[in-house]
Nanobody, 117 residues
Framework: QVQLVESGGGLVQPGGSLRLSCAVS????????MEWYRQAAEKQRELVAR???????TYADSVKGRFTISRDNAKNTIYLQMNSLKPEDSAVYYC???????????WGQGTQVTVSS
């Protein structure tokens, strides 16, 4: 069974930083983590950042200049470096992955990020 293992969430003060990680739980590289989403309480899940297999990135306007998504191909892991965090960044962050050459996709279990003084 494929699992996306997320880590790095927690409680941080405004202006602080966190780094999230998302790794695939099994060997093989046909499952490719691609995107980070977040869902705040009583809000819809939204795309935060995307990274292609070639390294091209896109970001939600609300996080541009503060968040950086990156990929370690050798570990089949993606990261989300979050700087200058704001209370409105508080949410559960989810990793999303695709299976190559199929329409299958996978979600991580989510990791809570809370920005509060």
């Amino acid at each position: 069974q494929v699992q996306l293992v997320e880590s790095g969430g927690g409680l941080v003060q405004p202006g602080g930083s966190l780094r999230l990680s998302c790794a695939v739980s099994r060997t093989g590289f046909d499952i490719i983590p691609m995107e980070w989403y977040r869902q705040a309480a009583e809000k819809q899940r939204e795309l935060v950042a995307r990274i292609s297999t070639g390294g091209s990135t896109t970001y939600a306007d609300s996080v541009k200049g503060r968040f950086t998504i990156s990929r370690d191909n050798a570990k089949n892991t993606i990261y989300l470096q979050m700087n200058s965090l704001k209370p409105e960044d508080s949410a559960v962050y989810y990793c999303y992955a695709l299976k190559l050459a199929t329409t299958s996709s996978y979600w991580g279990q989510g990791t809570q990020v809370t920005v509060s003084s």
